[in-house]
């Protein structure tokens, strides 16, 4: 089993490992209990008790940073008597479902095996690799789709919006490494221009980082701007004076100097 008891409780927590709110379904949310009753519920126990199901849900949409429409059928701001929760239409909802297999799988099977230091195993749940967003891709798999759709403009000013939205969340990460990654790539596949305007960008929100002075200095050089390079490979000194390969790329520029 995925967890104690029954498969979306750990510790206490509601919790469901994947897209929840498309999992379950209501026949009346405004019936009284002896009339209630839940349709169509595939992978959780058909006996859940209302709020319990209501809590689930609640706990995953915000895993994933969605609401009910997400996955169910319905209309946002009518009365919920008026949604077909017991629908498929949606494929989120069919995807959900497979997901919660998936890991209760990864956890009956896999993670049960691992042990912390309070002899309790860990648990995936939906916020493991979710936070907060419906697809749980990393800031270099988005931005890297953008360029090849969009262009690197598009890809700064996503790279933009996503850091006013979900800066200081554990959505995204915002530091230095995935622009670098991203950059490292473009520069791989011949693409330089765009990898320098990756780590312009990543050296206006990270100033202070001798890496991405070091990263852009060799994308400067590379493209035959050696006044650029050299400013590059200084600045990165400046901020750390043993950055070796910045050192011996000055050297090689200024002749040996």
């Known amino acids: ?9 750990i510790r206490g927590l509601e919790i469901v490992p994947v897209i929840a709110v498309c999992l379950a379904s209501s026949a009346n949310a405004q019936a009284p209990k002896e009339q209630q009753g ?48 017991a629908a498929d239409d949606k494929p989120e909802k069919k995807i959900a479902r497979t997901m919660m297999q998936m890991t209760t799988e990864l956890n009956s099977k896999w993670v049960s095996q691992l042990k912390s230091a309070d002899h309790t195993p860990p ?3 939906c916020a493991t690799c979710h936070h907060g967003k419906s697809s749980p891709r990393s800031l270099q798999d988005v931005l890297g789709t953008t360029v090849d759709e969009k262009g690197v403009t598009a890809a700064v000013s996503q790279y933009r919006e996503l850091r006013d939205k979900y800066y200081g969340r554990d959505a995204y990460d915002f530091g230095e490494p995935p622009l670098n990654i991203l950059a490292d790539k473009l520069s791989n596949q011949k693409k330089n221009a765009d990898a320098i305007t990756l780590l312009e960008l990543n050296a206006e929100f990270n100033p202070k980082s001798a890496t ?11 493209s035959g701007a050696k006044d650029k ?8 000194l400046e901020l750390n004076p043993n950055f070796e390969p910045a050192k011996r790329k000055l050297a090689e520029l200024q002749g040996g100097k």
């Open 229 to 236: 390079a050299i400013a590059a490979y200084k600045k990165a």
């Open 212 to 222: 991405v002075q070091g990263m852009l200095g060799s994308a400067y050089q590379e």
């Open 1 to 9: 089993m995925m967890m104690t008891m029954r498969p979306w409780r």
């Open 38 to 85: 839940f349709k169509n519920l595939q992978i959780l126990p058909k006996d859940i008790a209302r709020p319990e199901l209501i809590q689930t849900m609640r706990s995953v949409s915000g895993a994933l940073g969605v609401r009910c429409v997400f996955c169910h059928v319905g209309e946002e701001g009518k009365p919920m008597d008026t949604w077909d929760f």
């Open 123 to 125: 648990q995936i749940a």
